[in-house]
């Protein structure tokens, strides 16, 4: 178990929440970029989909230095809880001069769970604009897509290119719609990507002494520039759901939008028929 | 096509709009051109083409496509998926022999 003080604080996890990631610029000191690159070009072992991710990489490996960081170690454990399992990696590359960017996408399948994978994004060099880098589009995590199926969305309002220095990490939810944008540079992009699967219920987590900050509420009610009027306000509830979820809070809402619609009483008002003779009365 | 179209080609817009209205919010967009001048991919440009539908109307695009609306499933109320309001454009243009 990691370090209390390496656990995520609520105001991060409910950003995790509302926009889908979380990023943390110029986590991984050089030594561990430089080596990752030399790795990334020599090329990697994987391992079986389920391994524990403790067994998968060497302890003295570049990816095994900085999942052993315990600001790393904190996140997936905040996030995952402890052992998670490894799912899969990749090393991600776009090509010098690749003129034309991925369709936007979510990765897997259509998941309908509120238990969650994340999948770390590693960038081991800086990545300039027009580099890319990885485009969000966040907030999007909720939306019930099977992979490749918004391909013909080019363009949304709020979309986030991923632009940021060396050993920067970014951590998101299994569902968010992302792409790979064009390179236009004439040097070749990494990035690695990691999934990882929770093994224990998703449950207060990460450090939760600030649960009660009133900062969490004002995150789980933002808006993004993408939704539609009407659409919107289901994103929200959707966020609701998840907090209550990881929280085990029940009654957690954001702005009544839950409460509102799950309001149907019971209780009868003193001197009222009961329903039976009511009906005997309309008989 | 060839002798059909001719050397007239189409350019496609679509716009996806923040309600069912036509002179609503433009929320996202993207751009096929059949001429091959332009050639548009993902995450190109973090501007609108135009604020709403109608304003696309004016500067000369013909609408092709009006989005049906279709009432949710039972038990599928609450859920988000692809974005309801997908206006199709067009454009025909003609291009060098």
Not at chain 1, 207 to 212: Q, V
Request: glycine fraction near 8%; aromatic fraction near 10%; include cysteine.
């Amino acid at each position: 178990m990691v370090d209390h003080r390496y656990l995520l604080n609520s105001k991060q996890m409910a950003s995790f929440v509302t926009e889908g990631y979380l990023r943390f610029d110029n986590l991984a000191p050089d030594t561990i970029n430089q080596a990752a690159m030399r790795e990334f070009e020599a090329g990697m072992r994987g391992a079986p989909y389920g391994t524990p991710l403790s067994d998968v990489y060497a302890q003295d490996s570049a990816i095994g230095r900085l999942l052993a960081m315990p600001e790393v170690q904190g996140i997936i454990q905040s996030l995952v809880g402890p052992n998670p399992l490894f799912d899969h990696h990749a090393i991600h590359v776009r090509q010098a001069n690749e003129a034309a960017a991925q369709h936007l996408h979510g990765d897997a399948v259509i998941d309908t769970r509120q238990h969650f994978d994340i999948q770390l994004m590693y960038f081991p060099h800086a990545i300039p604009l027009e580099m890319g880098g990885t485009l969000l589009v966040p907030g999007t995590h909720f939306r019930r897509i099977n992979e490749s199926e918004i391909g013909r969305y080019q363009n949304m309002r709020g979309q986030l290119p991923m632009v940021c220095d060396s050993g920067t990490l970014l951590v998101l939810h299994h569902g968010i719609w992302h792409c790979g944008r064009q390179n236009t540079t004439g040097r070749i992009r990494y990035m690695f990507k990691i999934r990882l699967n929770p093994t224990v219920r998703q449950l207060r987590l990460w450090n939760t002494d600030d649960l009660g900050d009133p900062e969490v509420e004002r995150i789980l009610a933002k808006r993004y520039p993408w939704f539609e009027d009407a659409s919107g306000r289901l994103e929200i509830m959707n966020r609701s759901r998840l907090w209550r979820f990881l929280t085990g809070n029940p009654e957690y809402d954001t702005d009544y939008w839950l409460t509102r619609v799950e309001n149907m009483p019971e209780t009868l008002l003193a001197g009222a028929p009961a329903q039976g003779s009511l009906h005997r009365q309309l008989q | 096509m060839g002798v059909l179209m001719g050397n007239r080609r189409q350019k496609v817009l679509v716009l996806y709009l923040s309600n069912s209205a036509l002179d609503s919010n433009v929320l996202a967009w993207s751009i096929y051109d059949g001429t091959g001048k332009e050639a548009h991919t993902t995450g190109d440009s973090d501007v609108p083409p135009y604020k709403t539908g109608l304003e696309a109307m004016r500067a000369g695009w013909r609408v092709i496509q009006f989005p049906q609306l279709i009432p949710p499933y039972p038990g599928d109320e609450y859920s988000t998926s692809f974005y309801k309001h997908e206006f199709i454009f067009e454009q025909l243009e003609d291009v060098d022999g």
